[in-house]
């Protein structure tokens, strides 16, 4: 308890800290420094490494909209590191509740995202930021489950937005997939004091945003997660 409780307060130092350094740059590839950084002092005290799968399927350039699952609240921290050695910046999509976070809030507002408030009936501000990124040429990162997956299932229905994201911005669907649930592994460094796991993620290969059938098929199809059929 005492070590989960230690843990928690320097998180939330380290996302502050950060989250007021990001504050103070509006470059893309220094904030992508700073997410960097600040994803390896999370990762390094908790002792979680992250191994990239299929590294010759990540572009070193470009713009994409990533999708991956989503289990854990450190998801972003591994994908990030994933994508260390390119230069691909992206916006994240993130939801209302994180932007008024105690323990975010000031992290996610300044780290480069669009807020996405569901409780809107209109979603026309969203997909105008949305575009407004991508015309300034960032990439977009999202998890088109839509919040965290708690199933026993590895990846659960993907919201139709993600779709449209990329249709409307001509954007190329970079999928990639955490295989370990991040969430169970995070529980057990944080109460249990397990060091040395491993994250692993798998780059999968660019989907046109042209390509037939819904998106959630295609990401299914491309790490073979189609359930089984009768």
């Known amino acids: 308890m005492i070590r989960a409780f230690l843990h928690i307060l320097y998180g939330m130092y380290l996302t502050n800290s950060y989250g007021l350094r990001l504050k103070l740059t509006q470059d893309p590839q220094k904030k992508k420094r700073l997410r ?36 854990s609240v450190i998801d972003p921290l591994v994908i990030e590191l994933a994508l260390k050695d390119t230069n691909l910046f992206g916006l994240w999509i993130s939801k209302k509740e994180l932007y008024n976070s105690p323990f975010f809030g000031l992290f996610v507002r300044n780290a480069g995202g669009v807020l996405i408030d569901r409780e809107k009936s209109q979603m026309s501000g969203f997909f105008a930021e949305v575009k407004k990124g ?32 990329a249709l409307k911005n001509k954007l190329p669907i970079l999928p990639v997939y955490i295989e370990q649930n991040a969430d169970e592994v995070l529980r057990k460094s944080m109460k249990e004091g397990i060091k040395d796991q491993e994250i692993s993620i798998v780059i999968g290969k ?22 089984p059929t009768n």
Do not use: C, W
């Open 206 to 227: 660019e989907i046109s945003y042209r390509a037939k059938g819904d998106l959630e098929t295609l990401y299914r199809e491309e790490f073979g997660l189609l359930p």
């Open 134 to 165: 991508v015309q300034a040429g960032h990439s977009i990162y999202i998890f088109p489950e839509g919040t965290r997956n708690k199933t026993d299932e590895p990846v659960s229905k993907f919201k139709e937005g993600s779709r449209i994201i």
């Open 36 to 71: 960097i950084a600040y994803s390896q002092a999370q990762l390094s005290v908790l002792g979680i490494k992250v191994k990239v799968k299929n590294p010759e399927n990540l572009p070193r350039d470009g713009q994409y909209l990533l999708v991956s699952n989503h289990r």
